[in-house]
């Protein structure tokens, strides 16, 4: 059986529609009002950034727990698994963004995806929450009018991916890091689109035009990690995403992460978590 029809649905932008407070074709905005749950790990195929006012809970993003609270941003990525438990008077504003609308405002972001998906929750100060707080009702208006300019909600998005990157900025260490070292982000990007078929770091290395030490050598001096453990890394999020987001077998899932054989998958998960495949998945 297929991956496609086995995994648990991602759920698309169109799901939300009901529920929305203001949309267009796109893009929805919806408001938090007291206690919510999401209970069962899923994913969404669009972007989510959310503003949470006076808040409390706790929301897991991608097996991290992270405590909610009052003035912060939390940033949501396509495929990222996700729950939360959010207590009671809490108040937040919510954007759904479709990948095509993303496109559009993403640059104004500033740092690579991979700084906001290590760090997706950003407290604000009062200044920043208030700015962002304007363009977020500004865009409930825009989105409720009549006539709404898709120029005037797309400029509003940029200011406020703009706003989210400068409260960001102190965060992403990493990301001065990597700024410093483009072929770390070459390897980055690399990893991404290859770590399925290609666990081994000569395969980067030799794409990247250095040698496997050297690869090593910068990762270790830049990172504090090896090559091997960035590759690794990557692999073990995909392989904890399909345990609690679909309903694959062990079996196929080693088989769609490129492991020879389902017990090589087990011992690499296990190395990796002190957790069998199976124990993860039912924890």
Same mark, same amino acid.
């Given at each position: 059986?297929?991956?496609?029809?086995?995994?648990?649905?991602?759920?698309?932008?169109?799901?939300?529609?009901?529920?929305?407070?203001?949309?267009?074709?796109?893009?929805?905005?919806?408001?938090?009002?007291?206690?919510?749950?999401?209970?069962?790990?899923?994913?969404?195929?669009?972007?989510?950034?959310?503003?949470?006012?006076?808040?409390?809970?706790?929301?897991?993003?991608?097996?991290?727990?992270?405590?909610?609270?009052?003035?912060?941003?939390?940033?949501?990525?396509?495929?990222?698994?996700?729950?939360?438990?959010?207590?009671?008077?809490?108040?937040?504003?919510?954007?759904?963004? %479709?990948?095509?609308?993303?496109?559009?405002?993403?640059?104004?972001?500033?740092?690579?995806?991979?700084?906001?998906?290590?760090?997706?929750?950003?407290?604000?100060?009062?200044?920043?929450? %208030?700015?962002?707080?304007?363009?977020?009702?500004?865009?409930?208006?825009?989105?409720?009018?009549?006539?709404?300019?898709?120029?005037?909600?797309?400029?509003?998005?940029?200011?406020?991916?703009?706003?989210?990157?400068?409260?960001?900025?102190?965060?992403?260490?990493?990301?001065?890091?990597?700024?410093?070292?483009?072929?770390?982000?070459?390897?980055?990007?690399?990893?991404?689109?290859?770590?399925?078929?290609?666990?081994?770091?000569?395969?980067?290395?030799?794409?990247?035009?250095?040698?496997?030490?050297?690869?090593?050598?910068?990762?270790?001096?830049?990172?504090?990690?090896?090559?091997?453990?960035?590759?690794?890394?990557?692999?073990?999020?995909?392989?904890?995403?399909?345990?609690?987001?679909? %309903?694959?077998?062990?079996?196929?899932?080693?088989?769609?992460?490129?492991?020879? %054989?389902?017990?090589?998958?087990?011992?690499?998960?296990?190395?990796?978590?002190?957790?069998?495949?199976?124990?993860?998945?039912?924890?």
């Amino acid at each position: 059986m297929s991956s496609e029809s086995k995994s648990v649905p991602i759920l698309g932008i169109q799901e939300f529609r009901n529920g929305q407070a203001a949309g267009r074709k796109g893009l929805l905005y919806n408001e938090l009002h007291g206690e919510r749950h999401i209970l069962k790990p899923h994913k969404h195929d669009f972007f989510i950034i959310i503003l949470f006012d006076q808040a409390k809970g706790v929301h897991t993003i991608d097996f991290q727990e992270y405590a909610i609270g009052d003035r912060q941003i939390h940033v949501l990525f396509p495929n990222q698994v996700h729950t939360w438990r959010i207590e009671p008077d809490t108040t937040g504003y919510q954007l759904m963004i %479709d990948k095509l609308f993303f496109e559009r405002f993403s640059p104004y972001l500033r740092f690579s995806p991979s700084n906001y998906i290590n760090h997706p929750v950003i407290p604000l100060s009062q200044e920043n929450f %208030d700015l962002l707080q304007y363009e977020f009702d500004a865009i409930k208006q825009e989105l409720r009018a009549t006539y709404s300019l898709q120029d005037v909600i797309s400029a509003r998005a940029a200011v406020i991916a703009a706003i989210v990157s400068k409260a960001a900025e102190s965060l992403f260490t990493e990301a001065k890091v990597y700024q410093a070292n483009p072929r770390l982000v070459q390897f980055s990007m690399l990893i991404d689109q290859h770590f399925k078929e290609e666990k081994q770091v000569s395969y980067y290395a030799s794409r990247l035009n250095i040698s496997a030490n050297y690869l090593n050598v910068l990762c270790k001096k830049s990172l504090h990690i090896s090559a091997t453990q960035l590759i690794q890394q990557r692999i073990l999020l995909e392989a904890k995403r399909l345990l609690q987001a679909t %309903d694959l077998s062990i079996k196929e899932i080693a088989f769609e992460l490129g492991f020879v %054989d389902h017990a090589y998958f087990s011992n690499f998960f296990k190395n990796q978590t002190n957790l069998t495949p199976r124990s993860f998945r039912e924890h």
